[in-house]
């Protein structure tokens, strides 16, 4: 899982099943130049075979007011992806993680498949994938090789899709791309990648726009009909030498269940092995009763890439919900191959 903290005074990730991203490995490669991360490159076990995956601990201290102030050092995540190309455009993806407690795919620390799917290209621009994959929403990524600090928002378990089952299509126009998916479940907390039952369906559609070098634009629609949540998340984001700024705003209209919002802006600056991110956040859910959960909060994490494959990161965070303040400190290791 992602680096992840909840909102209000309770432990990091964990705590809840919590949902970022999970990048390609060109987007992988595009955002470690951008912030002064390690190199993530396959490496080749045999013809068309091969692995690629990352080591992430940390040591954490949360202080929240009110509450006993939480320490923790280990182990985040381990994750090995093996990667196949086959022939007539046919390729495969197999992702084995080891990971923290709370996920929905697997219990404590425990070893389980995060991805497993099929890719047929048929030409290149279009191409079909089935299998367990991950949803293609949301500014901050799934895991931590692709986050730009330690920290994720908090607020993506509630707008951004998950792992999910089911076929997807991608179309790559050049400055412009069009991707959709049928599947069991959109999202984790809905039942996600552990859900079989087919009698009632859920739809992702996306657009991405690069209109010219460095800016990207994209935009989605998630809806559920087990649950009949819609969520629509949108972000942009603009690269410019050592720069790298972005925008999200989120809006979810959960039915009888309540309703939410969230937005964050950041600013990337990497320089060299040298890199720093600051970040502000807010979201609220809410229902007939009141508001269910919110928060807002402030990030600054430097970071320096120690060689091609050990990157350190430290955060210090500021956060705010339901009247109670929090301080979140953190050094973070994160090791790919």
């Keep these: 899982m992602g680096n992840e903290l909840v909102s209000g005074p309770a432990t990091r990730t964990g705590a809840l099943m919590l949902m970022g991203r999970k990048p390609v490995l060109a987007a992988v490669a595009a955002a470690v130049a951008a912030s002064a991360s390690p190199a993530w490159a396959d490496i080749e076990l045999g013809e068309g075979l091969s692995v690629t995956g990352f080591v992430d601990m940390s040591f954490y201290n949360e202080d929240w007011e009110g509450s006993p102030a939480s320490k923790s050092f280990g182990i985040d995540q381990v994750e090995v992806d093996f990667l196949y190309t086959g022939s007539n455009g046919i390729s495969a993806q197999v992702d084995i993680e080891y990971g923290e407690s709370g996920s929905d795919l697997g219990a404590g620390d425990d070893t389980f498949v995060e991805q497993a799917f099929i890719t047929k290209k048929f030409n290149d621009s279009f191409s079909i994938k089935a299998g367990r994959f991950l949803s293609y929403s949301g500014w ?147 229902n007939d009763l ?48």
């Design 290 to 337: 009141g508001t269910i959960d919110e928060g807002k909060g402030f990030t600054i994490s430097p970071s320096y890439a120690v060689g091609d494959n050990l990157l350190l990161v430290a955060e210090y965070r500021r956060d705010k919900a339901f009247g109670a303040k929090g301080n979140m400190f953190a050094l973070e290791a994160l090791f790919t191959f």
């Design 140 to 286: 901050e990524t799934e895991e931590p090789t692709g986050l730009f600090q330690y920290s994720g928002t908090g607020y993506g378990q509630y707008f951004y899709g998950y792992y999910q089952q089911g076929i997807s299509a991608y179309y790559d126009g050049g400055k412009f791309a069009i991707m959709g998916s049928v599947v069991n479940d959109v999202f984790g907390w809905t039942g996600g990648p552990t859900q079989y039952d087919t009698d009632d369906l859920g739809f992702e559609v996306g657009i991405a726009l690069m209109p010219v070098e460095g800016l990207t634009a994209k935009a989605f629609y998630m809806s559920d009909d087990k649950t009949g949540y819609d969520v629509i998340n949108a972000w942009v984001s603009y690269a410019y030498g050592g720069f790298t700024f972005a925008g999200e705003y989120n809006d979810a209209d959960y039915g009888d269940d309540g309703e939410g919002d969230g937005f964050l802006l950041m600013a990337n600056y990497a320089s060299g092995p040298w890199g720093i991110t600051l970040r502000y956040h807010d979201f609220e859910i809410k």
